[in-house]
């Protein structure tokens, strides 16, 4: 380590020709910490054909972009990206990086951390900076107990953590904004890549779109059975949203895995969340604590998912959601005739 | 061909429990199983064994209960296990647990070439996934991350579907590579009577740091991990609910009065 490492860098991940929405988060967040240590924050960009893309990377907060534009980085690889980082962080030595832990996000972090032998933090949903030590403080979930830890890289530098997209918040976009674009290239043939990428096909990887509900109906163990769970099934299709599972009814095969919400599921920030039969460990509650609204219901009065709840209804899940069901259809069908009138 | 695949004990999480009004972590009678993703990466490295010959080699890093996981490993159909025990390897982040794994990949290839190392998407208690990759640089083989699918297999390169946020990647990789297994890749069979026979008195390979080449003893256990837990805390207290009161009944219609008062039926079946 060295007195030289100065400056946050973000990895800006580039999805169907955009910057994904967590490497815009990471700048919302990272702003924040480059503000508190004085330095300046930049996004990197790697890729074919994206240079104009910094213009989105400087109104959501970078000072600075850096850019390898090349054929080789089109889709990403391993290989090219981890030479093309690794070069630029060699060249510039910056004190933090960031990525979104996303599947390629993840990927190239891991890489990076071995090849320039530093610390990686994985999974953070909580990131803060000790001013006087120029320290991360980069924090998840613990394994094992409803508690967080924060994971700190004294020695080594950079100190690099992924950050779950959906936890941090991305700046107001300011287009006045002005920055600094600085390209580098990479040294680098085709030939030499060892793998290729043949094809990508877009979707049905996911058959189920909870990032992008308005409303979701979580269920849990609380429910029961798999019979019982049929309620948040039919609460959904009731009002139009999608169904989500705790891990504990993902493992009693109530739901399957592509629906479980939560620190290894999804992050989801819907307008109204119904947490029905769900405790609310911290596992759970990192991946759908950002809902606008959340409505819990469950018979335990202490149960932990209350803390995050906009309202609580204490009671028998089995009881309350028929009652839902049927004030809700009643609800909308007033609705509907009120808007044919 | 000769693929190893590295396995790791963990806790059974699914049976963890933790207290949710201590914060403590019930520990009373949590077994520890082969990490799920493991097992699947040995289930796809014993099919490929079938399909194309050659040989399954299990490696992995723990105490000496370790040895657990390995014979589970042969059960699924692996035919020789290795243990890397040491103190030295303790209280290893994901950096050092890539260094000491590398150090016995190196060492069996010299015995036996490797075509293809194969990792879990991630372990189940840490979930990082960041040791495969780490294994891969330090091999200079290339990694490929999240794969769901080998589908064309030859001596000198294979075809590889990868996971990625909304669809897959179809990739080619030359040998040898290092691959990381998603669940969906297969599903786990019942163990043949003869695995099973074969795993009650298979003993693994164990070595110790001296068995291991060119060592840094830098690099490993807690003194080459470069992060280090600083302080735990309970999760930050949100400003927490408003509870509503009385029998379902009145509940849900005080929910249902809030709800078009705030006008959040709006966003209700919008599809
Ligand atoms: C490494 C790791 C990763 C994890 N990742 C995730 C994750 O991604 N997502 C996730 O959800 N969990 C995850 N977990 C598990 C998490 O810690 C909890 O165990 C899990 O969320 C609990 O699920 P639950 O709320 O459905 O079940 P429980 O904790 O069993 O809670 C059931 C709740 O239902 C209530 N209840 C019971 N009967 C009724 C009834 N009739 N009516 C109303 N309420 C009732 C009970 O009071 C209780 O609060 C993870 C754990 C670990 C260790």
């Not at chain 1, 606008?292 to 009881?319: C, H």
Request: proline residues 6%.
């Amino acid at each position: 380590m060295s007195e030289e490492h100065r400056g946050i860098w973000v990895f800006a991940e580039v999805i169907d020709g955009a910057i994904a929405g967590v490497s815009l988060e990471l700048l919302g967040a990272g702003r924040e910490l480059a503000d508190k240590l004085d330095v300046p924050l930049a996004g990197v960009l790697l890729g074919e054909n994206i240079t104009h893309l910094s213009e989105q990377l400087i109104p959501y907060g970078a000072d600075e972009v850096y850019i390898i534009d090349d054929p080789v980085l089109k889709d990403y690889r391993t290989e090219p990206f981890l030479a093309g980082m690794g070069k630029l962080a060699r060249m510039y030595v910056p004190e933090i990086i960031l990525y979104g832990a996303t599947p390629n996000g993840k990927d190239i972090a891991s890489a990076i951390a071995t090849d320039l032998k530093t610390g990686l933090t994985a999974d953070c949903t909580m990131l803060g900076v000790d001013i006087e030590n120029r320290l991360l403080e980069a924090s998840r979930p613990a394994f094992g107990g409803n508690i967080m830890a924060t994971i700190l890289c004294k020695k080594h530098r950079p100190q690099m953590a992924t950050v779950r997209p959906k936890v941090m918040k991305a700046l107001q976009p300011d287009p006045a904004r002005k920055g600094m674009v600085l390209k580098e290239k990479l040294e680098m043939k085709e030939a030499e890549i060892r793998t290729k990428v043949l094809e990508i096909i877009k979707g049905p990887g996911k058959s189920v779109d909870l990032e992008g509900a308005d409303v979701i109906v979580c269920g849990g163990k609380g429910m029961g059975d798999e019979q019982a769970f049929q309620l948040i099934h039919q609460l959904a299709d009731t009002i139009g949203a999608s169904v989500g599972g705790t891990r504990d009814a993902v493992e009693a095969r109530w739901i399957s895995h592509d629906h479980q919400v939560g620190q290894t599921g999804e992050t989801v920030t819907p307008k109204i969340y119904f947490a029905i039969g769900v405790s609310g460990a911290i596992q759970h509650t990192v991946g759908m604590k950002n809902s606008e609204l959340i409505i819990a219901i469950n018979k335990d009065p202490d149960a932990p998912i209350f803390d995050v709840a906009t309202y609580g209804i204490v009671g028998d899940a089995r009881e309350t959601v028929p009652v839902m069901i049927k004030a809700f259809e009643e609800l909308l069908r007033e609705n509907e005739v009120i808007s044919h009138a | 061909m000769h693929i190893v695949v590295c396995v790791k004990q963990v806790p059974d999480t699914k049976v963890i429990k933790i207290n949710p009004k201590t914060n403590t972590l019930d520990r009373r009678g949590v077994p520890s199983i082969i990490n799920p993703y493991d097992a699947h990466a040995v289930q796809e490295a014993v099919h490929l064994k079938r399909q194309h010959g050659g040989k399954v080699s299990v490696l992995s890093m723990g105490p000496p209960q370790a040895t657990a996981v390995i014979k589970k490993s042969i059960e699924i159909g692996a035919d020789e296990g290795y243990l890397i025990s040491d103190r030295a390897f303790a209280g290893a982040d994901t950096l050092a647990t890539s260094y000491a794994l590398t150090k016995a990949l190196e060492k069996i290839s010299k015995t036996s070439p490797i075509d293809m190392v194969f990792c879990g998407k991630h372990a189940i208690d840490g979930d990082t996934g960041q040791v495969g990759p780490g294994i891969a640089k330090r091999l200079d083989i290339p990694p490929i991350t999240n794969i769901s699918a080998i589908t064309k297999v030859t001596k000198d390169y294979v075809e590889l579907q990868r996971k990625l946020q909304d669809g897959y990647a179809h990739i080619r990789s030359t040998l040898p590579c290092l691959i990381t297994i998603e669940k969906e890749i297969n599903e786990i069979e019942y163990a043949p009577f003869p695995n099973m026979l074969k795993a009650v008195n298979y003993q693994p390979v164990v070595w110790s740091i001296d068995h291991l080449e060119d060592v840094d003893r830098k690099q490993l256990g807690l003194k080459g991990s470069p992060t280090v837990v600083g302080k735990m805390f309970a999760p930050p207290k949100q400003e927490g609910g408003h509870r509503l009161e009385g029998t379902p009944e009145e509940q849900v219609v005080q929910l249902v009065e809030v709800l078009k008062e705030k006008q959040y039926l709006f966003h209700f079946n919008k599809g």
